[in-house]
C-alpha cells in the first residue's frame, strides 16, 4: 500500500482490512457517523466541535479475523479560516502513517498503535480518556467492571465503601452505563438526596465524568445547584450541566453566573465556551463575550484573550452567523464594542 493509492485515513482503515469507529473529542465526546467523518477529513463538511483550530478524534479499530485487540489513535488535524480540514495537513498524516505501517495494521502488531512522532497525535487529559475510554467500552457491549461496581455501592452506602478505592476510570464506566442501569431510579435518589454525605473528591468526579452524557432533568437541576452553593464556583459541577442541545435551565444559570464577578476567570470562561456553546443564543454570547472582554482588561492581556475566544468560537458551524452579527451589531455595550474595536485594530497590523 502506498500513500498515493489511498485518499483518506477512512480509506486507509479499510485497505487494511479493520473496522473501525470514531469518536469526536472537541467540545464534547460523541461518536461521529464514519460516513460524516470521511466528509470531515475530506474537507466538504464542517468539524461540529472545533477546539483551538483544529478537529480532535479518537479513532478505534480492529482486525476481527486476526485477534480481539483493539488499537487508538488520537488524531487532531488543523482547520482553515472556515472550519474546513487542511487537506495538505490530512494528506501529511497520511504519508505518516503508510510509510510507518504499511499493511502491518492488518497483521495484527503491536505497531499499530506506535506511530512515529508527529504532529497530528495528541494525548487526551486523564479526565477526557477516562471518559472515552468508557464511552468505547459502551459503544462496543463491554460488560461493567467490578470496579465500576463499587461506585454503585458507594452510592447506596457511602459509609461502607472507602471512595478513596473509586478511580476516576470506574466513575466514568459507570456514568457511561448509567442511563440503562437497572437501578437507575433508585441511585439517582440516593445521590440528589444523599450528596452531602458523599466525599466531595468523589461528587466533583461524578459530575465531571457526566459531561458529555445526557442527565435527567432531575439530576440536571442538582448539578446546576452545585455550580455556586459554596462560596467558589464549582468547575466540576459547571462542566457536568453541559448538554448537548439548547436548554433554558442551563442557559438562565449561565446568564445568572455571567452577572455575577466571581466567573471573571479564565477557567470558568473556558469551562463555559467549551462546554456550554449550544447554550449560546444572543444574549448569552453577548454576556459571555462581555464578561471575556473585562478579564482581558483587568489582567492585562491588551486584547489578546477576547481574540482568543472570539476566534475559538466563531470557528463553530452553529455559532459563526451568530459571533458575526455580534460583531457588527450597533446595541452592544461600551466593553463589548471597545473590545471589537481593538480586535479590528490588531487584524490590520
Not at 295 to 314: I, N, P, R, Y
Request: hydrophobic letters at 45%; glycine letters at 4%.
Amino acid at each position: 500500500m502506498s500513500a498515493n493509492s489511498i485518499n483518506s485515513i477512512s480509506e486507509f482503515l479499510l485497505h487494511a482490512g479493520t473496522e473501525y469507529l470514531v469518536f469526536d473529542l472537541g467540545r464534547r465526546l460523541e461518536p461521529t457517523d464514519s460516513q460524516i467523518f470521511l466528509e470531515i477529513e475530506n474537507g466538504s463538511a464542517y468539524a461540529p466541535y472545533p477546539r483551538q483550530q483544529h478537529a480532535w478524534f479518537g479513532i478505534v479499530f480492529w482486525n476481527k479475523n486476526a485477534s480481539t485487540q483493539h488499537y487508538i489513535w488520537f488524531v487532531k488535524l488543523p482547520l482553515d479560516e472556515q472550519g474546513l480540514v487542511v487537506a495538505a495537513a490530512r494528506n501529511h498524516f497520511l504519508e505518516i502513517i503508510v510509510d510507518a505501517l504499511g499493511q502491518s495494521v492488518a497483521e495484527d502488531t503491536e505497531n499499530a498503535q506506535k506511530l512515529p512522532d508527529n504532529p497530528y497525535s495528541f494525548v487526551p487529559n486523564q479526565s477526557q480518556l477516562a471518559q472515552f475510554n468508557a464511552l468505547v467500552k459502551h459503544t462496543l457491549a463491554q460488560p461493567l467492571s467490578e470496579e465500576a461496581q463499587k461506585v454503585e455501592a458507594y452510592i447506596q452506602a457511602p459509609q461502607l465503601v472507602d471512595w478513596q478505592q473509586i478511580s476516576m476510570q470506574s466513575v466514568a464506566d459507570f456514568v457511561y452505563r448509567f442511563s440503562t442501569h437497572p437501578k437507575r431510579d433508585i441511585l439517582e435518589s440516593a445521590i440528589r438526596n444523599n450528596a452531602s454525605l458523599y466525599s466531595s473528591v468523589f461528587l466533583d468526579t461524578l459530575m465531571e465524568m457526566s459531561e458529555s452524557v445526557a442527565l435527567s432533568e432531575h439530576l440536571l437541576a442538582m448539578y446546576l445547584n452545585e455550580i455556586n452553593k459554596c462560596a467558589d464556583i464549582n468547575l466540576a459541577a459547571l462542566r457536568g450541566s453541559s448538554e448537548g442541545s439548547f436548554n433554558t435551565l442551563i442557559n438562565n444559570k449561565l446568564l445568572d453566573l455571567l452577572k455575577d464577578e466571581k466567573s471573571q476567570r479564565l477557567d470558568i470562561l473556558s469551562v463555559i465556551a467549551a462546554r456550554h456553546f449550544e447554550q449560546m443564543e444572543p444574549l448569552l454570547l453577548s454576556a459571555f463575550l462581555e464578561q471575556t472582554a473585562k478579564v482581558d482588561e483587568k489582567e492585562g492581556h491588551q486584547g489578546a484573550l477576547f481574540a482568543g475566544f472570539f476566534s475559538d468560537l466563531v470557528q463553530i458551524p452553529k455559532l459563526r452567523r451568530q459571533v458575526l452579527t455580534l460583531l457588527h451589531s450597533d446595541t452592544n455595550s461600551n466593553v463589548l464594542s471597545n473590545a471589537f474595536q481593538q480586535l479590528f485594530a490588531q487584524a490590520r497590523k
